[in-house]
């Protein structure tokens, strides 16, 4: 490896004979890949798998579970369990070897959405209430996603705005507000909804300045919408 003239040293390197495993591990097993191996060891970082050649790979706290905080996910594993995982990133020269769990089932994000599709903005989902509190009330969309719909967002009626007057199991409709993939939040909204759905009435059905009061504005869409939902209903029996 190397010789020092000076000193009369002469420096050998027995590994540098061999392959390297990790560039072995990262040809036998690319990124995308699927692996198992036994958990060597649970630390406050993740799990350490044991893997081909000895080498370890790590499963970090933030990729075992799309639902849940990495710190109650982790209680699931112990010692000695074997595991599947994906295989995130191979980086031979630090001789790391990175692998998600989580990632091994889609996000149900891209899934929450109305139809099964992706959550967007601005889309109408239909959640279920799960906890009610004063700040608000928790709900839950497909797949199990959660989100927190504030106080100041359950009704544009300020007298409206009031936890109480849901239930857990009751299910209603809200506006998605925000998605933010990176930290996880989704922000929803009934009282943006019912502002949106207030101006598409108005949009349809005339404004209050042609002479229609706002109350015949929403009655004729209410009334559309309910012969809509009566005609897809005897499409459905039918």
């Not at 299910?171 to 943006?192: G, H, N, P, Y």
Request: hydrophobic share 35%; aromatic share 4%.
């Amino acid at each position: 490896l190397e010789v020092d003239s000076n000193k009369r040293r002469i420096s050998l390197g027995l590994k540098q004979t061999q392959d390297n495993p990790w560039e072995a591990f990262s040809k036998n097993h690319p990124v995308g890949s699927t692996i198992e191996g036994e958990i060597k060891s649970i630390t406050e970082f993740g799990l350490f798998v044991g893997l081909d050649s000895e080498i370890d790979g790590m499963v970090h706290l933030s990729d075992l579970s799309w639902s849940k905080s990495g710190d109650e996910a982790v209680k699931d594993y112990e010692k000695g369990q074997i595991i599947s995982a994906k295989v995130l990133d191979v980086d031979a020269e630090k001789e790391r070897v990175s692998l998600g769990i989580k990632q091994l089932g889609d996000d149900p994000i891209e899934k929450a959405g109305a139809g099964g599709g992706a959550l967007r903005k601005n889309q109408v989902v239909t959640v279920t209430v799960t906890e009610v509190n004063d700040g608000g009330i928790e709900v839950s969309l497909a797949d199990g996603v959660k989100a927190f719909i504030r106080r100041a967002d359950l009704a544009r009626d300020r007298n409206d705005q009031r936890p109480e007057r849901f239930q857990v199991g009751n299910k209603v409709d809200a506006l998605v507000t925000q998605v933010d993939k990176t930290s996880r939040r989704i922000s929803l909204s009934i009282k943006a909804r019912e502002i949106s759905e207030e101006k598409e009435a108005v949009a349809q059905y005339g404004s209050s300045d042609s002479g229609a009061s706002l109350g015949d504005i929403l009655g004729a869409a209410l009334k559309k919408r309910t012969k809509k939902a009566k005609a897809d209903d005897e499409g459905d029996d039918e």
